[in-house]
């Protein structure tokens, strides 16, 4: 089976395609393996960052702020990437349009894994000064408009290629990526973190996770390459029809949906950095726990995150994926009135916080990829699921550890657990509007 050259390859595209050439058919499980690497990759980079910047970045380029306040800016700083990442998406739609989807993520990839093992190499202040926030600023925008770039098109493939009745499981396959991304980087921060002094830590332990960063995002990218490059899968993504539109011409036709898919996932974005990234910062500032050790705690909470992604899947294929979206906002609602408290109660409070907001992570997150996706014109389906994806982390996520650390610093725990019930209102009311738009 052979497939014809799109007009916009190039010829770097043309000859991987050529190297690729082979005869099977486009299996759901072959697109599967693609998207794991990818999302996994992804999230491994996302975490060594967001670890950094609890653990780091405050003593190594604020040291002249208190604690807190160090933090926040460290913070401020984090959310950097995702607005970039909008950006990066316009960007490279552009370079997937006239130099094709492998020259794409080729460029984009490399972005990403230079910008990250740019930071491995970052001075701190006591050298450079006020320039080691500058340029910590500069490397999170490159990974912010890399990551916008290194939207392949697996995911919404995956969708596409999905039997009528497993539709939830594939839809929870990409979202293994988050939970095996953090228990990796955890899993390198907590061994530097307790085994070297904090000096040593501060001075060199920290930057080994992002050179591993940079290796697996090598690795990665070839593995993502021998799919997308094949003539095989170029011939899927164009029978499919994604192949990028105009920006323009999909925000005209589907603002809609566009606004819609980047607010029915807030219940799981919220709660994403309520249990990864904000109470590692709580508890980094506020209690006498070592960070070594509360990172072994997420570490046991995001295998029960893995485990109930996957039953996701199986739960969305018998009563609706918008069902669970709706009964895990529901959860994520209750358990923001009283959950963020746990984080005060020692180690059991805290294996108790972490665990239960897993398992209420894995069951919304693991089904709100692409939650209206199917919602798009077939041949605005590719631009429209990047832009929704970039708006979507931009909503819910962007400046999510900044605004929890501040209204709990300020107001207590319960503060952020309002923070986080917003998120699973806002979920609600979209699946809601979601669901009346699609009555009529």
Known sequence: MTASIAPHSG?????????????????????????????????????????????????????????????????????????????????????????????????????????????????????IGVWAALLLAMFRLGQGVALGGAWDGLASLLALNAPDNRRGWYAMIPQLGAPLGLIVASGLFAFFSATLSVADFLDWGWRFPFFVAFAINVVALFARLRIVSTPDYAQAFESRELQPSGAIETLRGDWRTIVIGAFAPLASFALFHMVTVFPLSWVTIFTVQTPAHFLVIEMIAAVFGVVSVIASGFIADRVGRRTL????????????????????????????????????????????????????????????????????????????????????????????????????????????????????
């Open 325 to 440: 979206l709706g009964a895990s906002a529901a959860a994520i609602a209750v358990f923001s009135g009283f959950a963020p408290q746990l984080l005060k109660n020692g180690d059991a409070g805290e294996l108790a916080f972490m665990i239960v907001g897993f398992v209420l992570l894995g069951l919304a997150f693991g089904q709100s990829s692409g939650a209206v996706t199917a919602n798009f014109a077939q041949s605005r389906r590719y631009t429209g699921a990047a832009l929704t994806s970039d708006l979507a982390w931009l909503v819910g996520a962007g400046f999510a550890p900044l605004v929890a650390l501040l209204l709990a610093s300020h107001f207590g725990l319960l503060a952020a657990g309002a923070y986080l019930l917003s998120g699973a209102l806002g979920t609600l009311i979209a699946l809601g509007i979601n669901k009346e738009l699609a009555g009529r």
């Open 11 to 127: 010829t770097a595209e043309r000859d991987a395609r050529a190297i690729n050439t082979r005869h099977s058919e486009i299996a759901p499980g072959e697109i599967a393996i693609g998207v794991i690497i990818g999302r996994t990759s992804e999230f491994f980079d996302f975490f060594v960052y967001a670890i950094a910047s609890v653990l780091v970045f405050p003593s190594l380029i604020f040291p002249y702020l208190d604690r807190l306040t160090g933090t926040l800016c460290s913070f401020a700083i984090f959310s950097l990437a995702f607005i970039a990442r909008p950006i990066g998406s316009l960007i490279f739609l552009w370079v997937d349009q006239a130099m094709g989807r492998g020259t794409k993520l080729t460029i984009a990839i490399f972005l990403l894994g230079g910008s990250t093992a740019a930071v491995a190499f970052l001075p701190g202040y006591d050298t």
